[in-house]
């Protein structure tokens, strides 16, 4: 158990919908990114956020947002789903001090667009 | 750019065997090397990391790596696989610049034979 968590572990959705995706990371850990994983794709890097503050944007699509609350829970938004938004979603949070730069993934979301 | 690059899709080993599963990189600066298991619907689990220091670090599991610069390689190793290390390994490289993103591999899958 690598201390991040993910809810719901899986959703299915039809195309146009909007759902929203949620993430507790470590505690302590002040770093939360998201990640895609698809067949064709592999793992994408897709936004991170530091202690409440967007730091860094990936080949996130203008339908996909997310946030991170003052507690550093992190959202992931993403909306008008179409079938080629299905994959597995990933959060992940790193304690982001010297010599420790590794990341902690959650169980992820499994996400079907139908 | 970052990168890094599996070049095998599948590696084969029988049960009690050393394993070796390929990773080679491409950074410009120093190389902040990760590798990663993933579990069949289980998120990645954190093996291995190189920053600094010794060429072959261990891990988690009874795997290390070696860390080659000369060959830009970061190999991942164990002496005697188990079957229940059959999984898809990730090898990854962390990203300089305005992100601290994972630059991930293809995979590799490997599969221990009893």
């Known amino acids: 158990d690598s201390g991040v968590t993910q809810t719901p572990k899986h959703l299915i959705t039809a195309t146009g919908q909007r759902v929203t995706l949620r993430c507790s990371p470590r505690?302590?850990?002040?770093?939360v990114y998201w990640y895609q994983q698809s067949l064709d794709q592999g793992l994408q890097f897709l936004i991170q956020?530091?202690?409440?503050?967007?730091?860094a944007k990936g080949n996130i699509l203008e339908r996909f947002s997310a946030q991170q609350f003052p507690d550093l829970h992190s959202e992931l938004n993403l909306s008008s789903l179409e079938l080629g938004d299905s994959a597995l979603y990933f959060c992940?949070?790193?304690?982001?001090?010297?010599?420790?730069?590794?990341?902690?993934f959650g169980p992820g979301t499994r996400l079907t667009v139908t | 750019a970052q990168s890094v690059a599996q070049p095998e899709d599948q590696v084969n080993v029988a049960e009690g065997n050393p394993l070796t599963v390929k990773c080679t990189y491409s950074?410009?600066?120093?190389?902040?090397l990760f590798w990663y298991v993933q579990y069949p619907n289980r998120g990645l689990q954190f093996l291995l990391k190189?920053?600094?220091?010794?060429?072959l670090v261990k891990g988690s599991y009874g795997f290390e790596a070696e860390f080659n610069k000369s060959q830009t390689s970061f190999h991942l190793k164990k002496p005697s696989a188990l079957v229940s290390d059959s999984a898809l390994y990730f090898c990854?490289?962390?990203?300089?610049?305005?992100?601290?993103?994972?630059?991930f591999g293809t995979g590799t899958r490997l599969q221990v034979f009893p």
């Open positions: 992940a949070s790193s304690p982001e001090v010297a010599g420790s730069y590794e990341q902690y």
């Open positions: 505690s302590g850990d002040l770093s």
């Open positions: 956020y530091y202690n409440g503050e967007e730091r």
């Open positions: 950074v410009s600066g120093n190389p902040y």
């Open positions: 190189y920053i600094t220091g010794d060429n």
């Open positions: 990854a490289v962390r990203d300089w610049g305005n992100t601290d993103k994972l630059i």
